[in-house]
């Protein structure tokens, strides 16, 4: 078995926000996977994948090297998508570790003014609940601001009632909504609205929404619906031998249910690639993959600073208080001890 991975570690994505405001620190959701691989009998190769090719069953990496392959799991995942003209220095992205720390700084050079959050998706809100966070605990007094193209808060699509609650709730924390406006670019220390409206900011987070990673933009139309990887209910690339594909960089819909893009259903659908390869080994007919968390019921928990949090069930039901918040981190708390008794630390 041969792993590719530039970084060769694991970041738990769901606790990243709370970095901003120290409450977790990177080594509490980050884990170096290459000794367990390795212990495994896995080949860790450092590298990104730079081309997927299908047809030809080959893998081209960023290094030159061509990798072939009987069978292929393709777990990628999505890339923030980013303003044309790219960011300046005072702004960043807060889509894994590295970036959501480079935020931290940013604010730790801040003296007091804007702080500029971009989308008020899950990720948006819940950077702007740790910023507040952070401004009391250090007495900053940050003013936080949210512009939102869409004319609503949207931590969890399909569950409008739980974005009603996170606006009120982080409102009643100070912070300022601007909806139904789009942020069309970004110059250092200044956002330019839609309508031509400037904002100006000490530090900024750009959190407007994922893109496929490159190998999945170049791949033909044919093993894509929309921008992401076709896979059937057996996580198998549509029209490829041998390649199946999980987790944010794939669109799987089974039973008329799309799957989220949400790390509990990535992991199970990791789990249904394995399994699957396995029952193809030995000439057993395949799984099929059984979806948790669709777009349709969406389940999600929203953290919101102040210990608390919004949890949604479904598309009407949503709850916003403290409980959600300490079944937030107890799931983290449970998850990380299970991946650290995987591997073997
Ligand atoms: C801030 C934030 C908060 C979130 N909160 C929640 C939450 O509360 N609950 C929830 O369920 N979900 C949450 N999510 C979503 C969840 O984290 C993702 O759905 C999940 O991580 C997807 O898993 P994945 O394996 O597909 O992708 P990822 O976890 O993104 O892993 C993809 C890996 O592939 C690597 N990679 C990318 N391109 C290449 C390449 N070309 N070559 C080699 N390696 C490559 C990346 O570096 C990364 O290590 C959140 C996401 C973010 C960003």
């Known amino acids: 078995m041969i792993f590719v991975s530039a970084s060769g570690s694991f970041e738990y994505l769901p606790s990243a926000p709370e970095l901003v405001s120290d409450k977790v620190n990177p080594e509490e959701i980050r884990r170096d996977v290459s000794p367990a691989l390795k212990s495994h009998g896995a080949d860790l190769i450092r590298a990104r994948v730079a081309e997927l090719r299908l047809e030809e069953k080959k893998v081209t ?21 980013m303003p044309p003209g790219g960011l300046p220095s005072s702004a960043t992205t807060t889509y894994r570790v590295d970036d959501t720390m480079r935020f931290r700084q940013l604010l730790s050079k801040a003296s007091g003014g804007t702080v500029l959050v971009v989308g008020a998706g899950l990720t948006g809100v819940e950077v702007a609940g740790e910023v507040v966070d952070l401004s009391e605990r250090l007495g900053a007094g940050f003013r936080v601001t949210i512009v ?3 004319e609503r808060a949207a931590p969890c699509m399909g569950n409008a009632r739980a974005g009603e609650l996170a606006k009120f709730f982080l409102e009643s924390r100070g912070v300022g909504f601007i909806l139904g406006k789009g942020v069309e670019r970004v110059e250092e220390g200044k956002a330019i609205l839609e309508g031509g409206e400037e904002l100006e900011f000490e530090a900024a987070a750009w959190t407007a929404g994922v893109v496929p990673p490159e ?5 033909p139309r044919k093993y894509k619906r929309g921008r992401f990887m076709a896979v059937d209910e057996h996580m198998r690339v549509i029209g490829a031998q041998g390649a199946y594909a999980a987790g944010d960089c794939v669109h799987l819909e089974v039973g008329g249910k799309w799957a989220a893009k949400m790390a509990e259903e990535a992991m199970f659908q ?5 399994e699957n390869i396995w029952r193809d080994l030995k000439g057993l007919p395949p799984r099929i993959h059984k979806i948790r968390f ?6 999600c928990l929203v953290s919101l600073g102040a210990g608390r949090a919004v949890l949604a069930y479904g598309k009407r039901i949503a709850l916003l208080g403290r409980f959600p918040y300490v079944v937030k981190k107890r799931i983290e708390r449970k998850f990380m001890a299970e991946l650290d008794e995987l591997l073997g630390h």
């Open 148 to 150: 939102e193209k869409l």
């Open 294 to 299: 669709s777009v349709q019921s969406p389940r």
């Open 61 to 81: 990496l960023d290094t030159g090297e061509i990798l072939d392959y009987d069978y292929l799991a393709v777990g990628i995942g999505a890339r923030p998508w």
């Open 270 to 274: 990791g789990e249904t690639i394995a």
């Open 215 to 219: 190998p999945v933009e170049r791949l």
